[in-house]
């Protein structure tokens, strides 16, 4: 891994580093975007957007929340990939503005127009990607190209739901589909890396004899699994083969889970979260074939065990994490986070729940939202004051 190297920079530091603004919109989003939504559903407010109150709440949990959460995660790995300058002060802030942009052009479509509105949002998107692809062709880092790949087909995905709403395609199931994949597809790769490796210096630390094993032919195989589960679920959700292969991914992600031994982790917060994250995609795909094999079984179910359980663990956990280290603070996830943690896995749990107790569903969807809101609250309340402030240390 390369050395990551700094500019001399003097400005605010909410833009010293790329994770500050974006972790920071990340989590302000997840918070007050849900609200917006549960409001909308609800019947009880309307924003003048072009997209329906499922579809906006869809759409702004993936590309306005889950998209902030990517920027801020690459725009900081990057740089310790590559060894080169990261993004800082007026370009970063550039970037920041557009993704803001995005989020109150998607909210007010209905009034400035939908051509308008999917341009400026497609646009954050397309910005991060030439940057990526820029640092990664400079750094000659072509080990994360793929990342580059994920990162455009989401931005197909974003530009086929505009589509829809514009009225230039009739259904835009498919691409809903795929935008969840290419995130999990992402936990998948990037989670492969990370948990085992923090695992591990987690368990060396205290002396373990048994650690994570390392990565090889198990960790493609599942990868590989989980790919190919992801393609038949958007293509052919109901086929019968998708329940196939949706449960041998479900089976190999939990296979490959217990390699990296998360059980020696429940004294840290900070280690265990990112299992339980990874545990959601096993989850998920297991719900994708029940649903499947039994239809009477609704997919909303696995879906938010893929959304809010595996992306919405896994981006709060990673996200926690990366704040701490990278501004100087000991990793340490303290009460308050590790409540975080908890709350938003118990959100995923109840939103499964909610179709399967329908007469109980408006009061679980209530309580659901709920412990979302409280989670990302709560990691508000802790990391504002990192992003927002210089390094602890140096």
């Known amino acids: 891994m390369a050395i990551p190297r700094y500019r001399a920079y003097s400005g605010p530091a909410i833009l010293a580093q790329g994770f500050r603004p974006f972790f920071f919109l990340a989590g302000f989003w997840a918070l007050v975007a849900l609200c917006l939504s549960i409001e909308m559903i609800l019947g009880r407010i309307s924003l003048p957007t072009a997209f329906d109150a499922i579809s906006w709440h869809y759409h702004e949990m993936l ?39 995005g989020r109150v052009a998607v909210s007010i479509s209905a009034v400035i127009g939908v051509w308008p509105a999917a341009l400026i ?24 190209l793929p990342i580059v790949g994920l990162l455009s087909v989401f931005l197909l995905t974003n530009a086929c739901l505009h589509a829809a709403v514009i009225g230039l395609i009739s259904d ?38 048994h650690l994570p094993a390392s990565a090889g032919s198990f960790d ?4 590989v699994g989980t790919v190919l589960a992801i393609l038949a679920w958007v293509i052919a959700p109901d086929w019968i083969g998708t329940g196939a292969l949706t449960a041998i991914a479900g089976v190999l992600t939990l296979l490959r889970l217990a390699r990296w031994r ?36 609704p997919q909303t179910g696995a879906l938010h065990a893929l959304t809010a359980g595996a992306i919405g663990t896994m981006t709060l956990a990673v996200m926690s994490r990366a704040t701490m280290g990278h501004t100087g603070r000991e990793l340490r996830a303290g009460p308050w986070l590790a409540a975080a943690f908890v ?33 990302f609250a709560l990691y508000l309340i802790v990391c504002s004051p990192m992003w927002w402030t210089r390094r602890a240390k140096a």
Request: glycine share 10%; with cysteine; aromatic share 10%.
């Open 63 to 101: 590309f306005g929340y889950v998209a902030a959460a990517i920027a801020g995660f690459l725009l900081t790995a990057i740089p310790n990939w590559t060894g080169r300058m990261p993004l800082q002060g007026g370009p970063l802030a550039v970037l920041v503005g557009i993704w803001i942009a």
């Open 121 to 144: 949002d497609l646009s954050f998107l397309a910005g991060l990607i030439a940057v990526c692809l820029r640092e990664i062709v400079a750094g000659k880092n072509w080990r994360n």
């Open 172 to 209: 835009d199931g498919p691409a809903r589909r795929l935008a969840i994949g290419v995130v999990i597809a992402l936990i998948a790769l990037i989670g492969g890396r990370i948990i085992p490796s923090f695992t591990r210096n987690w368990l060396v630390k205290r002396g373990a004899e």
């Open 220 to 223: 493609r195989l599942a990868l």
């Open 262 to 297: 998360g059980w020696a982790t429940v004294a840290d917060p900070l280690v265990w979260v990112l299992h339980v994250g990874h545990l959601w995609i096993a989850i998920g795909f297991g719900l994708l074939a029940v649903s499947v094999f039994w239809p009477e079984i």
């Open 343 to 375: 709350l938003v896995s118990l959100s995923a749990a109840l939103r499964i729940l909610s179709p399967v107790l329908s007469s109980f569903y408006i009061p679980l969807l209530v309580v659901a939202a709920a412990a979302w809101i409280g989670a």
